[in-house]
Every structure is written in C-alpha cells, then in structure tokens.
C-alpha cells in the first residue's frame, strides 16, 4: 500500500505501488494506481485529491 517514509531533510515521501486504491471520505470516489512513475521523476509526490477537494485516503491502510 501506500506508506509515507522520512527522508534526511525531515520531510516525508509518499510510497505508492501498482493497484493501490484510493478513496475519498467526503464523497466516497474511488481510484485505483494502474502504473507508478518513475519515483526519480515525481519529487514532490503528494496524495492525490478527489474532484470535491478532499485529500484521498488509501481504500486499504492495513495493509501497508
């Protein structure tokens, strides 16, 4: 699943892997990671945002 892990800097990064699932509490859309990026080319990867605004959540947390 998704996890966030801390970098040297004190920040952290999000881990995303293929098939993920991502809901939204407000409204209750869904998405799904078909295909991660390449990590080196998303520096500054943040949760995705559903349509109404509201940051998703993973569908799954348990199982990071």
Do not use: S
Not at 10 to 25: A, H, I, W
Not at 44 to 50: D, G, L, V, Y
């Amino acid at each position: 699943m998704d996890q966030m892990n801390p970098q040297a800097a004190g920040t952290t990064v999000l881990e995303m892997r293929d098939g993920d699932d991502f809901v939204c509490p407000n409204c209750g859309c869904e998405i799904m990671l078909k295909h991660h990026g390449d990590p080196a080319k998303m520096q500054n990867m943040r949760p995705f945002t559903c349509c109404c605004g509201t940051p998703m959540q993973p569908e799954h947390p348990e199982r990071a």
